[in-house]
Each structure stands twice: as structure tokens, then as C-alpha cells.
């Protein structure tokens, strides 16, 4: 029978709900046991896909092609948890089943609400998101902060979730926030109180209370939340920001211990210690880091971290193998137009994300140009890839005038066009190639070298693709597709031999990295800024003496 475990967040969001969720999920995997890993989202949407990266952030891709919340790159990025389109559900989606099933006239004419039927769809989506279902534990995380209008009728779907099942079989969590009024100098309890208040209610006693601190939360403190709020003192734990890095996180609540108080409420065993041995050992590499590479990331919306959250979390990953700390220069598409390239001055490397509409588009291809005429290692992802293919095309191919289908329909040069799948395709919601679709890699190039395999297989997100009739007269200038789809023929990977590492990717390699296991290409790219910067450094004479790097963020 597998045990569920129920994460709900209150007084504020933001918490780091799905860190967190992803923590217990590591803690329980380094006791033995197996774990899935569900986010529900209160809000409408069907799925993120459609929403702007400055509204929700970057839309992680599963395996199977589900567009979801990117908390679920921390379950994968932190646990072996297989995700699939039910490892996330919205309210959007709950409620379009039920409306499916209303209109087919499965209700049998009875009238249709909230109770019982929304919540039901919710208990058997619980249900569809513990995969495989032999798993021990179910962890499901829930969206929004207790209070809000849009969670209730989860919170409702959870507490009668738990009805049907023995009490040691479920476990709620609730994740809260102890603010520090720095004039007083105090922390708080009473948004806490509140917010148990809220959940109690709704008729849900957390079992376990983590409170989000900045400042140590004393014993006092800690009686005093256990009082108010009924929950025993040893499972009212602390979870004070990290210092350096958010891999620290699993770290600090097995030191405050719950792991324990999680086993022993779900009647498991818990003799034995939770083996994060080469978390630690992870940990101590970033911490003990004195080199530094700076690498520049080009795009649209990079006010917001949120929305290249896993490219961000890939290039760490590609230090930790590295052995080096990666810097990020984020810099605006736009900028790079406007204030020219001189903005890149310095970097080690060139990242160009993946990203949609025409905004920024010009700056990017400004961008690969300066890296591929300067020979600076470059990145390109998705929107990248397409980017330098154009840049190639135009600059180097002698196509003057080549451009991509989706921001220019009249061009001569349809360097990047729409994939015939696509055509006839008007919905926006879950249209896209999504999701792993294999690659044969080509023997003898940088990506086969990087992969050290022919077959590969990356997810996917994006309508548009490399355009076949151009491949020859690419190739003859010298930009090769070193990776390809083997039944569609569709280009995955294009590079430049003549250049020290110069490679784009129509996938998304970011999906499939995680700290202990750097993605191939992320690695190896860090490794190539790496080299560049101690020729830079080389040739300017000064070895391990570089000026600090300006506009670091
Ligand atoms: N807009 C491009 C396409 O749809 C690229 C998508 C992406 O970068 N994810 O093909």
C-alpha cells in the first residue's frame, strides 16, 4: 500500500514549497524507499504551456510531453521519481474532465458540483499520479497558499482523501513562514498560528510544521508554534534560508531530523541513517570552489530567473563536474542591439535559451554572430539552434535574407520552417512537438563525442524546425547536422567543426540534468568557456589573475 504524503503552504508563497516536497522525496529515496512526486496548481490554465515566462516561469517538459509547473524540475532534478501528464494537474484540467464527462452523460442526470464531483476528480487524479503504484510513498504538493479561493476545493479533495485511509498512511505538511521584523528584531509566530487556523477549519491538523526563517527560530519560538497550533514540538522544524546553495536544503532537514519524525508518523522503518554521502560530497565541491567562469545568457525574459530555471540549475551542474563556480551574465536580447556587443565583453561562453516571438530575435542572432566570429564557446537551445542557423545562413551561407517562417512568411530563405505535423495545427494549448523523441548522433562529431553514444533521447517543445532543403547548402559552408530524428529526418543538432565548441540543439538538454549527474553537453560546454578563459588569460598574460568580472548578477 502506498503511503501518501500531502505538502500544503501557507502565509505567503514563494516558499519553496517544491524544494522542499523534493528534499522529503531525496531523504525518503536515501532510506530505500521508492517515491513519486505530483504538484497540483489551483489556478485555471489547463496546463502552463500557454502562459508568458513572466507569469509563471519557465514550463518544464516531461518525458511523455505534459507541459507543466517547474516544480517538477526539482523533483527531477532531486529524486529518481518518473514524471508523467499526471504528475500535474490544474484546475483547468479537473475541470475540463468533469465538464467532458457532464457533456457525455456519465452523471446520469444528477446535478453537477464542487462536492462531490470536483473533489472526486481530484482523489482519483491523486490516485493517477502515484506511478508506478507500487511505489511507497506519494508525495503531492499543493499549489497557491491556504487561504486563497482557487485551493479550497483541493485542501477539501486532501482532507477526505484522507478519510479512506488508515492515519499512519497520510502525512500532512505544512510549510510556513516566520517573518524577522528587523526593527523590532523579533520573528514572528502569529502569521503561522493563522495560517494552521485556516487549515484546521478545512478540518486538515498538519503533522509536521516547517517553518522558513531567516533568523534561528529559538526553542521558545518553537513550544510556543508546537502550543498554538497542536502539532508535537519535535515536528515543528526549522528551514532557515541556505547560504550558498539550494542543494543544501535535504542537507539541513535531515540534521533538524525529518526524516525521523516523517517515518515514524508513516509507521516505516527508521533505524537506520539517510546516506546523502555524495549529496555532501556534491555540496562540499560547490562550496569549496575558488575558480570562477562566466558565461552569458541571451534572451528575452531574463529579468525573471524563474523562466530559464533549469538552464541555470544545468550550468551549476556543469561547474560541479567542472570543478568551477559558473558565473551568469544575464543580459536582455534587446541589449544587445541597442547597446551592442561589447555587452558580452569578457564572457567565457554564449547561452542562447530556447523562447518564442520576434522580440529580442535579432539581438540573439547578433549575439552567435560575435561568439562565432570570436570564438567563444556557444550554446544554442531550441530557439537558440534556430537563431544560429539563421545567423549562419545569412552571414556565412551568403542568404542574405534568411529568416524563420514564424516571424517572417515572406522570406526567400526559410532557413526554419514549420514541420509539416504542424500545418493544419490552430489550438495553442499542447500542440507543440513535445517530449522525448530520440537522436541519432553522428560518430566522429563534438556531439557524439560529448554523448559517447549514437542514440540518444532529448524533450522536446517548439513547432518549428531546420528546413531540409537547406541542409546540403549549410553543410557545404560548413555548419553539419551532427545529430537527426531517424524516422522523420528532422535536424536535432547542428555544429561548427571549424570552431572550438559551437553547438545548438533543437531539444531541451536542461530537462535531464541534475547535480549529480551533469547533462553531457552542459559539461562539456563548461569545459570549453573553461579553456577559453585561461587562453584569455594566457594571452593576456596575467594566469589566474583575471579582473573582477563586471555585471555579474
Ligand atoms: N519558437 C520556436 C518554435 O516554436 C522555438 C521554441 C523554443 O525555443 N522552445 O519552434
Redesign the pocket.
Given at each position: 500500500m502506498t503511503k501518501h504524503i500531502f505538502v500544503t503552504g501557507g502565509v505567503v508563497s514563494s516558499l519553496g514549497k517544491g524544494l522542499t516536497s523534493a528534499a522529503i522525496g531525496l531523504l525518503l529515496e536515501r532510506r530505500g524507499l521508492t517515491v513519486s512526486m505530483q504538484k497540483l496548481d489551483p489556478y485555471i490554465n489547463v496546463d502552463p504551456g500557454t502562459m508568458s515566462p513572466f507569469q509563471h516561469g519557465e514550463v518544464y517538459v516531461t518525458d511523455d510531453g505534459a507541459e507543466t509547473d517547474l516544480d517538477l524540475g526539482h523533483y527531477e532534478r532531486y529524486t529518481h521519481a518518473k514524471l508523467t501528464k499526471n504528475s500535474n494537474f490544474t484546475t483547468g484540467k479537473i475541470y475540463q474532465s468533469v465538464i467532458k464527462k457532464e457533456r457525455h452523460g456519465d452523471y446520469l442526470g444528477r446535478t453537477v458540483q464542487v462536492i462531490p464531483h470536483i473533489t472526486d476528480a481530484i482523489k482519483d487524479a491523486i490516485h493517477r499520479g502515484v506511478v508506478p503504484e507500487t511505489v511507497d510513498v506519494a508525495i503531492t504538493e499543493i499549489g497557491g497558499t491556504v487561504g486563497d479561493i482557487e485551493s479550497l476545493p483541493f485542501l477539501e479533495a486532501i482532507r477526505q482523501f484522507a478519510l479512506d485511509l488508515p492515519r499512519e498512511d497520510v502525512l500532512f505538511v505544512h510549510i510556513t513562514l516566520l517573518p524577522y521584523l528587523r526593527a523590532s528584531g523579533e520573528m514572528k509566530t502569529k502569521p503561522t498560528q493563522q495560517s494552521v487556523g485556516k487549515l484546521r477549519e478545512i478540518g486538515i491538523q498538519p503533522d509536521i510544521l516547517i517553518c522558513r526563517t531567516e533568523e534561528r527560530m529559538t526553542e521558545d519560538m518553537g513550544r510556543k508554534i508546537s502550543l498554538f497550533c497542536n502539532v508535537r514540538r519535535q515536528a515543528v522544524i526549522e528551514e532557515r534560508d541556505v547560504a550558498f546553495s539550494i542543494y543544501e536544503v535535504p542537507v539541513d532537514l535531515k540534521k533538524k531530523g525529518l526524516d525521523k519524525i516523517v517515518l515514524e508518523h508513516l509507521r516505516l522503518p527508521a533505524e537506520e541513517e539517510t546516506d546523502l554521502g555524495d549529496w555532501e560530497a556534491m555540496l562540499a565541491e560547490i562550496k569549496n570552489v575558488t575558480k570562477t567562469c562566466e558565461i552569458a545568457v541571451v534572451g528575452k525574459y531574463i529579468e525573471l530567473h524563474d523562466a530559464y530555471k533549469s538552464i541555470y540549475e544545468s550550468l551549476a551542474h556543469a561547474g560541479i563536474a567542472n570543478h568551477v563556480k559558473v558565473v551568469i551574465r544575464k543580459v536582455r536580447a534587446e541589449d544587445v542591439l541597442e547597446k551592442g556587443t561589447e555587452i558580452l565583453a569578457g564572457v567565457d561562453g554564449l547561452l542562447v535559451?530556447?523562447?518564442?516571438?520576434e522580440r529580442g530575435l535579432e539581438g540573439k542572432i547578433a549575439s552567435i554572430r560575435w561568439a562565432r566570429e570570436n570564438r567563444v564557446p556557444f550554446f544554442g537551445?531550441?530557439?537558440?539552434l534556430?537563431c544560429a542557423v539563421i545567423e549562419f545562413a545569412r552571414n556565412v551561407a551568403g542568404l542574405e535574407e534568411a529568416h524563420?517562417l514564424?516571424h517572417s512568411p515572406h522570406t526567400p530563405d526559410p532557413v526554419?520552417h514549420l514541420m509539416e505535423s504542424q500545418e493544419d495545427v490552430s489550438d495553442k494549448g499542447g500542440t507543440?512537438r513535445l517530449g522525448a523523441y530520440e537522436c541519432r548522433v553522428h560518430e566522429g562529431t563534438l556531439a557524439h563525442g560529448l554523448y559517447q553514444k549514437e542514440l540518444i533521447s532529448e524533450r522536446h517543445?517548439?513547432?518549428?524546425?531546420v528546413n531540409n532543403d537547406y541542409r546540403a547548402r549549410l553543410a557545404e559552408a560548413g555548419l553539419v547536422s551532427s545529430g537527426v530524428h531517424p524516422g522523420l529526418n528532422l535536424v536535432e543538432i547542428v555544429e561548427l567543426p571549424s570552431h572550438p565548441f559551437f553547438i545548438g540543439v533543437q531539444f531541451?538538454p536542461e530537462f535531464q540534468s541534475s547535480p549529480l549527474r551533469a547533462h553531457p553537453i552542459f559539461r562539456g560546454f563548461v569545459s570549453a568557456a573553461l579553456s577559453h578563459r585561461d587562453e584569455a588569460d594566457a594571452g593576456a598574460g596575467r594566469v589566474g589573475a583575471r579582473q573582477p568580472l563586471k555585471n555579474r548578477v
Amino acid at each position: 500500500m502506498t503511503k501518501h504524503i500531502f505538502v500544503t503552504g501557507g502565509v505567503v508563497s514563494s516558499l519553496g514549497k517544491g524544494l522542499t516536497s523534493a528534499a522529503i522525496g531525496l531523504l525518503l529515496e536515501r532510506r530505500g524507499l521508492t517515491v513519486s512526486m505530483q504538484k497540483l496548481d489551483p489556478y485555471i490554465n489547463v496546463d502552463p504551456g500557454t502562459m508568458s515566462p513572466f507569469q509563471h516561469g519557465e514550463v518544464y517538459v516531461t518525458d511523455d510531453g505534459a507541459e507543466t509547473d517547474l516544480d517538477l524540475g526539482h523533483y527531477e532534478r532531486y529524486t529518481h521519481a518518473k514524471l508523467t501528464k499526471n504528475s500535474n494537474f490544474t484546475t483547468g484540467k479537473i475541470y475540463q474532465s468533469v465538464i467532458k464527462k457532464e457533456r457525455h452523460g456519465d452523471y446520469l442526470g444528477r446535478t453537477v458540483q464542487v462536492i462531490p464531483h470536483i473533489t472526486d476528480a481530484i482523489k482519483d487524479a491523486i490516485h493517477r499520479g502515484v506511478v508506478p503504484e507500487t511505489v511507497d510513498v506519494a508525495i503531492t504538493e499543493i499549489g497557491g497558499t491556504v487561504g486563497d479561493i482557487e485551493s479550497l476545493p483541493f485542501l477539501e479533495a486532501i482532507r477526505q482523501f484522507a478519510l479512506d485511509l488508515p492515519r499512519e498512511d497520510v502525512l500532512f505538511v505544512h510549510i510556513t513562514l516566520l517573518p524577522y521584523l528587523r526593527a523590532s528584531g523579533e520573528m514572528k509566530t502569529k502569521p503561522t498560528q493563522q495560517s494552521v487556523g485556516k487549515l484546521r477549519e478545512i478540518g486538515i491538523q498538519p503533522d509536521i510544521l516547517i517553518c522558513r526563517t531567516e533568523e534561528r527560530m529559538t526553542e521558545d519560538m518553537g513550544r510556543k508554534i508546537s502550543l498554538f497550533c497542536n502539532v508535537r514540538r519535535q515536528a515543528v522544524i526549522e528551514e532557515r534560508d541556505v547560504a550558498f546553495s539550494i542543494y543544501e536544503v535535504p542537507v539541513d532537514l535531515k540534521k533538524k531530523g525529518l526524516d525521523k519524525i516523517v517515518l515514524e508518523h508513516l509507521r516505516l522503518p527508521a533505524e537506520e541513517e539517510t546516506d546523502l554521502g555524495d549529496w555532501e560530497a556534491m555540496l562540499a565541491e560547490i562550496k569549496n570552489v575558488t575558480k570562477t567562469c562566466e558565461i552569458a545568457v541571451v534572451g528575452k525574459y531574463i529579468e525573471l530567473h524563474d523562466a530559464y530555471k533549469s538552464i541555470y540549475e544545468s550550468l551549476a551542474h556543469a561547474g560541479i563536474a567542472n570543478h568551477v563556480k559558473v558565473v551568469i551574465r544575464k543580459v536582455r536580447a534587446e541589449d544587445v542591439l541597442e547597446k551592442g556587443t561589447e555587452i558580452l565583453a569578457g564572457v567565457d561562453g554564449l547561452l542562447v535559451p530556447g523562447g518564442f516571438g520576434e522580440r529580442g530575435l535579432e539581438g540573439k542572432i547578433a549575439s552567435i554572430r560575435w561568439a562565432r566570429e570570436n570564438r567563444v564557446p556557444f550554446f544554442g537551445i531550441c530557439l537558440g539552434l534556430q537563431c544560429a542557423v539563421i545567423e549562419f545562413a545569412r552571414n556565412v551561407a551568403g542568404l542574405e535574407e534568411a529568416h524563420t517562417l514564424e516571424h517572417s512568411p515572406h522570406t526567400p530563405d526559410p532557413v526554419i520552417h514549420l514541420m509539416e505535423s504542424q500545418e493544419d495545427v490552430s489550438d495553442k494549448g499542447g500542440t507543440m512537438r513535445l517530449g522525448a523523441y530520440e537522436c541519432r548522433v553522428h560518430e566522429g562529431t563534438l556531439a557524439h563525442g560529448l554523448y559517447q553514444k549514437e542514440l540518444i533521447s532529448e524533450r522536446h517543445r517548439h513547432r518549428y524546425e531546420v528546413n531540409n532543403d537547406y541542409r546540403a547548402r549549410l553543410a557545404e559552408a560548413g555548419l553539419v547536422s551532427s545529430g537527426v530524428h531517424p524516422g522523420l529526418n528532422l535536424v536535432e543538432i547542428v555544429e561548427l567543426p571549424s570552431h572550438p565548441f559551437f553547438i545548438g540543439v533543437q531539444f531541451h538538454p536542461e530537462f535531464q540534468s541534475s547535480p549529480l549527474r551533469a547533462h553531457p553537453i552542459f559539461r562539456g560546454f563548461v569545459s570549453a568557456a573553461l579553456s577559453h578563459r585561461d587562453e584569455a588569460d594566457a594571452g593576456a598574460g596575467r594566469v589566474g589573475a583575471r579582473q573582477p568580472l563586471k555585471n555579474r548578477v
